[in-house]
C-alpha cells in the first residue's frame, strides 16, 4: 500500500497542515539543496511524535528525524518513509537551589533563544545585586559616616568638660 494512502486511512490527531507529501527538503536545509520527502511530518507535541512512531512501527516504515537543517544534506533523489521535523519548543525552568536551576527543553527549542533568555535571566539577577549591593554600600557608609560624626562630637563634648 502506498506511504500517503496508509498516513490517510490512519486514525492520526496530527494537524493536516502538519503532514506534507513530496516535500522539496531545500525548504528545510540550511544548504537549500535536496530532493524532496515522500512525507514530510511537523511534530509539535509528544502526543503526535508517539503516534507516528506507533504507525511506524506496526506498518513497518523507516522514519528520518531533522532539527533545524542546519547540518545535514539531502540528496537529490530525495528521502523515503517519513520525514519528521520535530518542533517542540517548550522550556520548562525548575529552581533547585540558590545555585542550581534544572532546564527541561523540547527538541526544537532553538539554541540562540535559550542562550537570549540565559543571559537575560543572568542580567536581571546582576542587576537585583548590583542594586542591593549598592544599596548596602550606600546604608554602610552612612552608617559609618554618622558612627564618625557621632564619635566626633563625642570627643568635642569630652574636651569641653
Not at 33 to 54: P, Q, R, S, Y
Not at 93 to 116: C, H, P, Q, V
Amino acid at each position: 500500500m502506498e506511504l500517503k494512502k496508509i498516513i490517510q486511512n490512519s486514525n492520526l490527531t496530527i494537524e493536516k497542515e502538519n503532514i506534507l507529501y513530496e516535500e522539496p527538503m531545500k525548504k528545510h536545509t540550511s544548504f537549500k539543496i535536496g530532493g524532496n520527502a515522500l512525507v514530510f511530518i511537523t511534530i509539535k507535541n509528544i502526543k503526535d511524535l508517539k503516534e507516528i512512531l506507533n504507525l511506524s512501527k506496526e506498518k513497518n516504515i523507516p522514519i528520518t528525524v531533522i532539527g533545524n537543517g542546519s547540518n545535514i544534506l539531502v540528496l537529490d533523489k530525495g528521502i523515503e518513509g517519513i520525514t519528521l521535523k520535530i518542533d517542540i519548543t517548550n522550556l520548562e525552568l525548575e529552581k533547585i537551589n540558590d545555585e542550581k536551576i534544572e532546564l527541561t527543553i523540547g527538541a526544537g527549542y532553538k539554541l540562540s533563544m535559550l542562550a537570549r533568555k540565559a543571559i537575560k535571566r543572568r542580567n536581571n539577577r546582576l542587576r537585583r545585586t548590583l542594586r542591593n549591593s549598592r544599596h548596602n554600600r550606600w546604608s554602610n557608609s552612612n552608617e559609618c559616616r554618622s558612627s564618625w560624626k557621632r564619635n566626633k562630637r563625642h570627643i568635642r563634648r569630652s574636651k569641653m568638660h
